[in-house]
């Protein structure tokens, strides 16, 4: 047999076998008794953050990165990915202003779930930001601030009535939007895992948290009424607030005006997230410092998912930079993968993480300090694909107790 022909079979086969794997994995992915599951299978997972991937398929010439980073990723075992839903105003939006949307763009979405598909990836997509960075809060306050709307500050994106059907406009224009390369709704593509109501909310006007909660209420019951199929989570980070206020010390010093608590305690809320900086929120402390405290942060809210709110958690965001060496962020990463791994072991609610951030060759210019290309760092590479294998391999013995 030629060389050709035995490069052509061998890819005919993985070809075979990743079709094999998606159909095997079509269904929607649920919640039962606090824990992930699909087909009626526990589901544990190790995934990623490529927050760009539809500002970069907008233009078509740029695809082939979006291509390689899910390919890369589905090679490694990665079966997650979180990423943009959203960019308004500015360079390449998708929401140009309120109810006016570039279909270029918006093609590039379609491009990212498309392409998930194809190499069985989840996507949990989110709906608007609280930073600026495409546009976020902050510009649909300007929004309507344009439009002669008495706006006093950016936090009544919360409770300002205009603002809150500027969003559900949105929500609603990305739920029910029809693939056009797949040909299938969004709200009907179980390629996508999950809906996320915001990146990061915070609210500086009500450090209590019930402003924000208030808020995921409505928005969580509205997507619902669009969309049953999908699962829903707020986007948050994890800090505590009012409800529970001895929690409130395991907060890395400060409010940001969220209720881990109260905010995932909403009914429509299907599971709850973290985030985690150590490198930012306790700067200047020392690796092990920081080590011991991103412990304490996951085993606490693992202990409040499994026992209060009863609910699967993610952590949804987590990284090191890698200006303070590679060595020290495949540490850092080995350690947190260890949690989550053992949580997960112990039984109930730990489903798995998201390491952010994954990029495609050639991406410097993304660059935050924080970007992995598979491959380009070997060791760092081995330990996101260790990690994808034994929480796969700990949901197919969990499917055999």
Known sequence: MSYTHRRSCISGLFLLLLALSCEANSGFIGVKDSHFELNGSPFLFNGFNSYWLMHVAADPAERYKVTEVLKDASTAGLSVCRTWAFSDGGDRALQISPGVYDERVFQGLDFVIAEAKKYGVRLILSFV???????GKA????????????????????????????????IEKVVTRLNSITKVAYKDDATIMAWELMNEPRDQADYSGKTVNGWVQ?????????????????????????????????NPGY?????????HLINEIDFATIHAYTDQWLSGQSDEAQLAWMEKWIRSHWEDARNILKKPLVLAEFGKSSRSGEGS??????????????????????????VWQLMAHGMENYDDG?????????????????????????AHSLNHE
Not at 129 to 135: A, L, S, T, V
Not at 221 to 238: A, I, Q, R, T
Not at 335 to 344: C, D, F, K, T
Request: glycine share 8%; aromatic share 12%; no cysteine.
């Open 370 to 394: 924080y970007s992995i290309v598979l491959g380009l760092n070997p060791s760092t590479t081995q330990i996101i694909s260790n990690q994808a294998h034994i929480m796969t391999a700990l």
């Open 129 to 135: 930001n609280q930073w600026n960075d495409f546009g």
């Open 218 to 250: 409505e928005m969580a019951s509205f997507v619902k009424s669009l969309d049953n199929k999908h699962l829903l989570e707020v986007g948050m980070e994890g800090f505590y607030g009012d409800s529970i206020p001895e929690r409130k010390l395991v």
């Open 329 to 354: 962020r495949d540490i850092f990463m080995s350690s947190v993968y260890r949690n989550v791994y053992n949580l997960a072991k112990e039984g109930g609610t730990m489903g798995g993480s998201l």
């Open 139 to 170: 510009e649909y306050v300007w929004w309507a601030r344009n439009a002669g709307v008495q706006i006093s500050n950016d936090d009544e994106f919360y409770t300002h009535p205009i603002l809150k059907k500027y969003l559900k406009n949105h």
């Open 255 to 263: 409010q940001v005006g969220t209720d881990f608590i109260s905010n």
